[in-house]
């Protein structure tokens, strides 16, 4: 109920939410500088009836990669401890797993073992543990790891590892009539389960990597089953891919960010629309609130440079990292 | 605009809708039968608050075969025409073609060669007419047919082969919060270009087959580019996977048609939802006024029996089978 009722909230006229957003600073965990600028900036033009640079609500098309850019995903991102959990249920019933790689890295938790070993070890874990099963168990099985798991560094619940001033931000945009969609190279069924509470974003606005799926009978029941074997890869070029099948409009609104190569192609597929377009770029700098981290060729900032994204650097523009729960994405 | 708009309209709140619909007949093109007391009695129950069978409006999902269910698909369906159209471009830049199957049979209009041919052929054809090109200029082509052509054996434009009944039950269910998916074989891309103008339904509320794309540059804009290749066929057991894929939750209310089992599938996923569902199976009896046919085995309609789903017969269950624009959508 709450995610559809936050998504229909774009509905309203565009009247009221201005009256509402220039009521009180839409971004109060953000410091005065240029990323907040630029963004209420943009957000003022396109939403100004009337203006040179208004934007109909129906365009209004905001994408947002999850891990990095709405929440933490250091030293891993969620979804893999998730499926470290999972190994360990599997070893609970197989002990042999305990002295096979991936699976001994996985127990113990090693993640150098995942960055130096890369995608291919972690496609095994995910085959081994998220699929063979149909989707009703899969979110069953998420939920229960979102219920019970805490984040090993910052020791606290997953459902509070997002950022502050990112749900700020998702709560202003839609006040201001654009649809949030989640874009992310974590797998669709596994944000599924978290994004309606922690973002109030609804499940059908959701992109992510894809599982091959297939029909299947239990019983006389039809239900959707989970093969092993990755669809699509909603990462990198793979994301402007995934916004034309789901959408079908290129954003005029993105957020990613600086660690993984991510969100360059998502940026340059907004930037390529005829009309207004906006493009933020987290950059983690802040070792001492949250992780630092960047590419070693800094290939995201540099095109941030040169396409003219919006850099906003964690140390100096957010004032609070962490510290806002369900309640804030209702409003 | 529009599109939005309507689908943001099942956001009124439940009684409003129920004051609305309460007032006049809500399908005034269907001739009172099992088929429209069935719809009204099921709408009437998941929209009742407080009502044994109440669902919420987040839930009200439901999903409608395009081709046969919501406009004709007889002698072929609109987008093989789009791709004839496409051939006879081609063939005049390329005179050969019209001595080479299936090329012949397009530019000929040979509707029985294709249901001999079969899918194969019609794939050849969708390959050299539909791919290689990005998607907004996919999308100019599309709407420059629909513009242009009209249906060969109704002579009338393809934006008014629609059914009066299912455009009324579109409303109806919009009304009363559901929110209405397309749910084709078609290809989302064709369906995109029409679906918002005759149905109302937003270019992001469609399901159906899909091309495999790619990111590609084009100088310094980012284009999503469609390769010839089909990556998921979304008819028959493929139906459940993208209503999974893109809504992630079992439609409430399912309409497909007899003649190429192609909603079987999507019905039994309905049927299998913890809770109220419904489904109705349009069946093509009705020579006079659109086309007879069937299929050999009769396989829906025996499912419809077995499962239980609602049959509206076009003879007797449609007062009216065609006759409504674009502001009947708005309604």
């Given at each position: 109920m709450l995610a559809v009722?936050?998504?229909?909230?774009?509905?309203?006229?565009?009247?009221?939410?201005?009256?509402?957003?220039?009521?009180?600073?839409?971004?109060?965990?953000w410091n005065d500088g240029a990323a907040k600028r630029g963004i209420i900036d943009f957000v003022t033009r396109v939403t100004r009836e009337g203006g040179p640079d208004f934007v109909p609500v129906a365009d209004r098309i905001a994408t947002l990669d999850n891990d990095g850019t709405l929440w933490v995903e250091r030293p891993l991102p969620a979804e893999v401890y998730f499926i470290?959990?999972?190994?360990?249920?599997?070893?609970?019933?197989?002990?042999?797993?305990?002295e096979r790689q991936p699976f001994k890295a996985a127990l113990e938790g090693d993640a150098a073992y995942f960055h130096e070993a890369g995608k291919k070890a972690v496609l095994?874990?995910?085959?081994?543990?998220?699929?063979?099963?149909?989707?009703?168990?899969f979110a069953a099985e998420a939920r229960r790891f979102l219920e019970k798991w805490r984040h090993p560094k910052l020791d606290r619940p997953f459902t509070e590892i997002a950022y502050r001033p990112m749900i700020e931000l998702l709560a202003y945009l839609r006040r201001s009539g654009f649809q949030t969609w989640i874009c992310s190279g974590g797998t669709i069924d596994f944000l599924r389960v978290f994004a309606?509470?922690?973002?109030?974003?609804?499940?059908?606005?959701?992109?992510?990597?894809?599982?091959?799926?297939?029909?299947?009978?239990?019983?006389?029941?039809?239900?959707?089953?989970?093969?092993?074997?990755?669809e699509a890869i909603n990462d990198k070029e793979g994301k402007p891919v995934g916004i034309d099948r789901q959408i079908g409009k290129r954003p005029i609104f993105v957020a990613g960010n600086v660690g993984n190569?991510?969100?360059?192609?998502?940026?340059?597929?907004?930037?390529?629309?005829?009309?207004?377009?906006?493009?933020?770029?987290?950059?983690?700098?802040?070792?001492?609130?949250?992780?630092?981290?960047?590419?070693?060729?800094?290939?995201?900032?540099?095109?941030?440079?040169?396409?003219?994204?919006?850099?906003?650097?964690?140390?100096?523009d957010w004032k609070t990292v962490f510290g806002i729960g369900q309640a804030a994405a209702a409003k």
């Open positions: 009722a936050l998504g229909f909230s774009a509905a309203q006229p565009a009247s009221s939410q201005r009256a509402q957003t220039g009521r009180a600073d839409p971004l109060p965990s470290f959990a999972r190994v360990r249920e599997l070893a609970a019933r197989n002990p042999s797993l305990k095994e874990l995910f085959v081994a543990t998220e699929t063979g099963m149909d989707q009703e168990r309606p509470q922690i973002y109030g974003i609804p499940i059908d606005q959701i992109i992510g990597t894809e599982l091959k799926l297939e029909s299947r009978m239990e019983g006389d029941r039809l239900v959707v089953w989970r093969l092993p074997e990755i190569y991510g969100d360059i192609a998502m940026m340059q597929y907004s930037k390529g629309r005829r009309g207004p377009s906006f493009q933020l770029l987290i950059n983690h700098d802040d070792a001492a609130r949250e992780f630092a981290y960047g590419e070693k060729d800094n290939a995201s900032l540099s095109s941030a440079k040169k396409y003219g994204f919006t850099v906003a650097n964690i140390k100096s």
